[in-house]
């Protein structure tokens, strides 16, 4: 019997996490399956709800770091994490994504002489200033194996000097998620209930340091944005980090002024599915949604300067848009004339098997 540990932090880690401890738990003679949660993350909308939302059993064992600067953070999680696994004696410990808690517990594991394997491994931004990179590159140099999404991630990782055995492409684990809970979404009325039922809409979601707490970045993303709302009603579930810097920068009157750019809450994964689903149009700034997005063929503008996902921009239906006003709108008006092209293909492996064949290299 396999004894794993399994690490989430914060909300990207939920979908990523889900399937695996799902997986495991169908193959129970083979896995014994923990589920460790940092409490980077810790808000109800953030955290609890993907539990529920995700079918993923209670953490057994809640870490509860909370916010703080990334030093004090990262440490909080390495001095928490190290005696769960010094008591648990795991044979494997599971990190995904690029968060801070990814990190943490992977140097923890290494410096233990634990095995460590990173799920989303080898996706590569080459932005330095963007703290996730420094997760995935730090990550990926000490994991013992690398689940990569798709080749060119294998790439990035034999660049970097990374031998081909600890290299394992097995596609894309948030898609097993998606296409799990795509039939159950179609039960949700957020649509309904935020009156966009029936006609075209646009979602928007920002949260990236480097966007929303950089003032003239912000401002201009914003002028973009009064000129989409004009044209279609633009639905904006708000992150506490972007929430906090609208407050600050005293953008809330403006916002205010642009009726169709409706600022809600946070949402839990199924009412955002259903509501991303049905949007004629994604403006993004989140790793996850780019993907999703690509998969389900909905155009996404992604608000930054460069992806660690290229393949969504070479097979699917992501366009790098930055911050420009006038690269957004442009983009943003031609896709919702159609008048960019609508061929668009799903990368291999995205197929919802991902877990399964993670579990197999594990074995
Ligand atoms: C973190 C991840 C980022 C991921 C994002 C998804 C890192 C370096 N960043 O960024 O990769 O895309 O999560 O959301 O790991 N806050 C709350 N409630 C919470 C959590 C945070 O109100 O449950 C507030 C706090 O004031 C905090 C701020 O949001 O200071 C930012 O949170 P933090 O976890 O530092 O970074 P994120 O921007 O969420």
Request: aromatic residues 6%; contains cysteine; charged residues 25%.
């Amino acid at each position: 019997m396999l004894k794993v540990i399994n690490v989430v932090g914060a909300r990207p880690n939920f979908m990523k996490v889900a399937p695996i401890v799902a997986a495991m738990k169908r193959r129970e003679r083979q896995f014994t399956p923990l589920v460790v949660h940092t409490g980077q993350h810790y808000d109800s909308m953030l955290s609890n709800a993907f539990f529920r939302y995700l079918e993923l059993p209670e953490p057994h064992v809640y870490l509860g770091v909370g916010s703080a600067s990334h030093a004090a953070q990262t440490a909080a999680v390495m001095e928490r994490f190290e005696p769960v696994v010094l008591k648990e004696q795991p044979g494997w410990v599971l990190v995904v994504g690029d968060v801070n808690s990814t990190l943490a517990c992977a140097l923890v594991c290494v410096k233990l002489g634990v095995k460590v394997a990173h799920v989303e491994a080898g996706l590569r931004s080459r932005d330095r200033t963007m703290p996730e990179e420094i997760n995935r590159l730090l990550t990926d140099q000490i994991a013992d194996l690398l689940f990569t999404p798709s080749r060119d991630a294998d790439e990035n990782l034999r660049a970097e000097g990374i031998p081909q055995e600890r290299i394992r492409c097995v596609g894309n684990i948030m898609i097993d998620s998606l296409f799990k809970h795509l039939a159950r979404a179609t039960e949700s009325t957020i649509r309904e209930q935020l009156g966009v039922g029936a006609g075209p809409y646009a979602v928007l979601t920002l949260h990236r340091p480097s966007n929303v707490d950089e003032r003239k970045t912000f401002e201009r993303i914003l002028e973009a944005l009064e000129q989409i709302e004009q044209r279609i009603p633009v639905i904006f579930p708000v992150h506490p980090r972007t929430r906090k810097t609208i407050a600050e920068f005293g953008f809330g009157a403006r916002i205010e002024r642009a009726k169709g750019l409706r600022l809600i809450e946070p949402l839990g994964y199924l009412d955002f599915l259903s509501l991303y689903s049905g949007a004629h149009l994604v403006l993004t700034d989140s790793g996850g949604i780019q993907e999703e997005t690509t998969v389900l063929g909905i155009p996404c503008l992604t608000l930054r300067e460069n992806t660690e996902r290229p393949i969504t921009v070479e097979m699917g239906t992501n366009t790098i848009v930055g911050s420009e006003p006038e690269k957004i709108t442009t983009a943003a008006f031609a896709a919702l004339d159609g008048s960019r092209s609508s061929s668009h293909r799903v990368p291999p492996l995205w197929d919802g098997h991902t877990a399964e064949r993670i579990l197999d290299a594990l074995t």
